[in-house]
């Protein structure tokens, strides 16, 4: 077994057990401020996989998440919340967890050294997909089964680890690593290297999505309105942008079934809704486009 960085033992946490609530807290906390740090280290290594990621997304590919036990979890978390935030279809991010859907809610012991069960799970993966995998210590057999598979129907891969000498390190194409060090207590990677994970998938998701057109500005563009408070949002970022009032705003969202660009569009160039979603569609649905607006960072 290669060296576990996260399974050391914490020097600045050794007294934890006997300290005030208070100390313990700040303790955590000052651990929990190396987090970031670690993961700006990977910030060229975290460019890439939004390039790769986005690029493939073009194409018509996929992003899945695997993992397990806590890192599977938050593969979960963020593919889940990638289609409420930008309107994409399930299919186009995906979790995937070491033991089945069963694992996200109770632990199911042995299942990150099952190779065959990564292989077997890995075989929804095409060419034009990318696949992530997550681990803090970078050694289930699970994850390497899957890296398996992958380099087998040439799909691009990614590993998010925190320990640069483990096997998914060694196996797949880009490695995104943050060095986060021992936890506060010794081999919980669900706390620093969980951190770390959680914001390396943010950005992976958030920023591929920005890549292929799906905010504007910062301006969250393609979100569903499925609710009170969704609506709100959609109702003030169709004012902002198309600079009207917002009884317009609803008024134009109500009638486009609430969707964002297809009514800044329609108020923008004063036509109707069904020409606006067509305008949309010849420009990939890529909002700057059809304002005239330099393209950044494209």
């Given amino acids: 077994m290669s060296e576990v960085i ?20 700040r303790k955590m906390n000052e651990e929990d401020r190396l987090v970031a740090l670690a993961v700006q280290e990977e910030t060229e290594n975290i460019a890439q996989g939004i390039d790769m990621i986005a690029k493939q997304f073009l194409k018509g590919g996929r992003l899945f998440y695997f993992g397990a036990g806590t890192s599977g979890r938050l593969g979960i978390l963020d593919a889940s919340e990638c289609p409420p935030t930008f309107s994409v279809d399930s299919s186009m991010v995906q979790g995937i967890i070491a033991g089945g859907d069963t694992a996200f809610r109770v632990a199911v012991e042995g299942a990150e050294d099952n190779f065959d069960a990564g292989y077997e799970d890995a075989k929804v993966l095409k060419s034009e997909d990318v696949a992530v995998v997550i681990s803090a210590s970078g050694n289930p057999k699970y994850l390497l089964g899957v890296l398996k598979r992958a380099e087998d129907v040439n799909c691009r891969t990614i590993a998010i680890t925190c320990n640069s000498k483990g096997k998914i390190a060694e196996e797949a194409g880009l490695v995104i690593c943050a060095e986060v060090g021992p936890e506060v207590i010794a081999g919980s990677s669900r706390l620093k290297a969980g951190t770390a994970q959680k914001m390396i998938l943010n950005m992976l998701s958030t920023g591929s999505m920005i890549k292929i057109g799906k905010t504007y500005e910062n301006f969250m563009i393609d979100l569903k309105a499925t609710n009170e408070k969704l609506k709100d949002r959609a109702i003030r970022i169709v004012a902002q942008i198309a600079e009207v009032s917002h009884s317009q705003a609803l008024t134009t969202l109500l009638k486009c079934d609430w969707e964002i660009k297809t009514a800044i569009i329609s108020i923008s160039k004063n036509i109707d809704v069904e020409s606006a979603r067509m305008e949309l569609k010849k420009q990939g649905g890529v909002l700057r486009k059809l304002l005239n607006l330099n393209e950044v960072g494209r």
């Fill in 6 to 25: 996260t399974e050391y033992r914490n020097e600045n946490t050794k007294d934890i057990d006997i300290l005030s609530t208070v100390e313990m807290v």
